[in-house]
């Protein structure tokens, strides 16, 4: 077995054993893994590469926007939606363009949207039963 193939085995199991707020983390984690790997290959002049980066960043902020649902109309739903969408409008021109900078400010909003999932889920109460207070469920 490769390395690169026992890593992604190793990501696949986590991810079906994760929890959904760990999903989420776990997804942001990727789209700005992915963002960055897009810049350094525009860096290199690698625009094959780089769009199969921002193509898989784009479907994770995709899966994001998808999982929220319109009916929900609540200023915490329409504040991510239009995040998402920047973001998502980001990594477009970005790959459009091969523009780093439009790269980098998605990766500002990815990484920020990240950081306070991963938060969230630190601050989150160790029992299982409790109850999920971010209603964070709907996003995975």
């Known amino acids: 077995m490769t390395p690169r193939l026992a890593s992604q085995e190793y ?8 929890d959904p707020l760990h999903c989420i983390v776990l997804l942001h984690e990727g789209a700005a893994r992915f963002t960055r790997e897009a810049i350094r290959h525009i860096e290199r002049q690698d625009f094959e590469g780089a769009h199969s980066a921002f193509v898989k960043a784009k479907s ?12 929900d109309d609540g ?33 500002q909003v990815l990484r ?9 889920e630190l601050q989150r109460p160790a029992s299982p039963e409790a109850p999920n207070p971010t209603g964070a469920a709907y996003l995975v």
């Open 75 to 107: 200023d915490l739903a329409a504040n991510l939606r239009g995040l998402l969408r920047y973001a998502f409008s980001k990594l477009v021109e970005g790959n459009l363009r091969k523009d780093p900078k439009c790269a980098e400010e998605a990766l």
């Open 11 to 18: 990501l696949a199991a986590e991810v079906e054993a994760a």
């Open 112 to 120: 920020t949207l990240g950081e306070g999932w991963a938060t969230l």
């Open 60 to 71: 994770i902020v995709m899966h994001f926007l998808a999982s929220i649902p319109e009916e």
